[in-house]
C-alpha cells in the first residue's frame, strides 16, 4: 500500500491520499474498491458540487458584509471533505450537522435560501429535517454528536440499516458530548459515522494546544473504528466514507473519520484570523486546494476539463444570483411569531407574554411612543 502522510504529527493511523496536489492518483488498498464504479462524470459532478457550494459560501459571505445576514460561519477549503462525505452516503442516512455544513445541507436538498434564512433572523429553522433527513445546524458545539449517537441507537433497536452522521470540527472533540456521544455509541454499537474536521483551528487555538496527537487517536481510545484521510481529496473523503458507513451499516458498530483539511478563511464573519496565524501556513494551504486538485486529476484523465469547468460555473453564477435576489426580498417575520414555536401545545404563560408584547408594540402605531 501506498498511503501517504500529509503532516507529521504523533499518532499511530496513516493518513491515506488518494489524489496527491497534483491530480495523480495514489494507490490504496485499503480504500480503492470502494471507488469502483465512479465515472467521469461523476467527478465533474463532484467538480460542480465544490465549485457551486464555494460560490454560495462566498456569496453568503458577500451577503453578511451588505448587511443581509447577521453572521456566517464561511467553509472555505473545505469543500471536498463535505462533498465527497454526505456524496457517499444513503438518502435515508440521518444526518446531524454542526453550524459550518453548509454544503452537506445544500447538497442533501435543502435550498440555499432556507439555509441562509437563520442566518438573516428570518426563521428559527430553514428546513424540515424529515423532508432531507438531515436535522437543523447545531450552535452548541458537539450536542449533535448526542444527537446522532441516540438516532443511531433506536435504529439499532428497530433493525434498521440507515446510518447516523454526525459532522463536527476539531475543537468539538475537547467537548464532553462528542465524548459521551462516543461512550454511548460504543457501549451500544450503534450504527453512526462521526465524521470530524480538522480544520487546524478551534477559534482562535491551534488544534496541536488541544490535542498532542492526532484528532483520530481519541476515537480509537473509545474502540471506534476509524479512518484519518486527507480531506483536501474528495476522492479519499468519499472512498473512506464509504467504507466507514458499510462498517456501520452491516452492524460492526460506530466509526470515525478524521478530516484533516484547512479553514482558509474567519471562523465566522466577526472573527479577524489574521490576528493569530501568519499568511505563510494560509499560503501553504492554498497550494492544496481541492478544487485544484480535483482539476488536475481530470486533467491527468484527459477529460474535457473546459467543459467541466464551464458547466460548473454556470450552476454557481445561476445559484447565486437566485439566492441573493432570494435574500434580499426575503420578508421580516411577524412578531407573534417569536412565540409560535416555543412550545409543542398551547402555553398559558407564553400566551401571556406573547398578548403584553403584542398590546406593547401598539404603542408605536398612530404616532404613539
Known amino acids: 500500500m501506498s498511503t501517504q502522510h500529509i503532516d507529521v504529527a504523533a499518532g499511530c493511523l496513516p493518513t491515506h ?7 495523480e492518483r495514489t ?8 471507488l469502483t464504479g465512479l465515472t467521469e462524470q461523476d467527478l465533474a459532478d463532484f467538480l460542480r458540487d465544490m465549485v457551486v457550494l464555494r460560490r454560495l459560501d462566498n456569496e453568503a459571505t458577500a451577503l453578511q458584509r451588505q448587511g443581509q445576514l447577521g453572521l456566517w460561519a464561511p467553509l472555505l477549503g473545505q469543500e471536498a471533505a463535505q462533498i465527497g ?3 457517499a452516503t444513503e438518502d435515508t442516512d440521518f444526518i446531524f450537522p454542526s453550524y459550518r455544513e453548509h454544503g452537506v445541507a445544500w447538497a442533501r436538498g435543502v435550498k440555499a435560501e432556507d439555509l ?16 432531507v433527513n438531515i436535522a437543523c445546524q447545531q450552535i452548541v458545539i458537539g450536542s449533535q454528536a448526542l444527537h446522532a449517537a441516540g438516532y ?13 452522521v454526525a459532522y463536527f470540527g476539531d475543537g468539538a472533540t475537547s467537548q464532553g458530548d462528542v465524548n459521551e456521544a462516543l461512550v454511548f455509541a460504543a457501549s451500544y ?10 480544520n487546524q483551528w478551534a477559534i482562535s487555538e491551534p488544534v496541536g494546544l488541544q490535542s498532542r496527537t492526532q484528532i483520530a487517536d481519541r476515537a480509537s481510545g473509545f474502540g471506534v473504528k476509524t479512518w484519518r484521510v486527507d480531506g483536501n481529496d474528495v476522492l479519499a473523503v468519499y472512498a473512506a466514507t464509504k467504507a466507514a458507513l458499510a462498517h456501520a451499516r452491516h452492524g460492526l458498530g460506530p466509526t470515525f473519520i478524521e478530516a484533516v483539511t484547512y479553514r482558509m478563511g474567519s471562523h465566522t464573519t466577526a472573527d479577524d484570523p489574521t490576528r493569530y496565524r501568519k499568511n505563510e501556513q494560509v499560503e501553504e494551504w492554498r497550494a492544496k486546494d481541492p478544487i485544484d486538485r480535483l482539476v488536475n486529476h481530470l486533467t491527468v484523465l484527459g477529460a474535457d476539463v473546459q467543459s467541466y469547468q464551464q458547466r460548473a460555473q454556470n450552476a454557481a453564477d445561476k445559484l447565486a444570483a437566485e439566492l441573493r435576489e432570494a435574500i434580499t426580498t ?4 411577524e412578531p407573534h411569531e417569536l412565540f409560535d414555536h416555543v412550545y409543542a401545545e398551547e402555553h398559558e404563560p407564553s ?3 406573547r398578548d403584553t408584547y403584542l398590546q406593547y408594540l401598539t404603542n408605536f402605531q398612530d404616532g404613539g411612543l
Do not use: Y
Open 27 to 34: 494507490p490504496d488498498e485499503e480504500l480503492d474498491h470502494h
Open 116 to 131: 441562509l434564512s437563520v442566518w438573516r433572523g428570518a426563521t428559527a429553522s430553514g428546513w424540515d429535517p424529515h423532508e
Open 17 to 23: 491520499q488518494l489524489l496527491n496536489v497534483s491530480g
Open 189 to 198: 454499537q450503534a450504527p453512526v459515522l462521526f465524521f470530524c474536521q480538522n
Open 351 to 353: 400566551r401571556r407574554e
Open 85 to 87: 462525505s454526505i456524496r
Open 152 to 164: 443511531g441507537m433506536g435504529i439499532k433497536f428497530d433493525g434498521g440499516k440507515e446510518v447516523a
Open 330 to 333: 426575503m420578508p421580516d417575520p
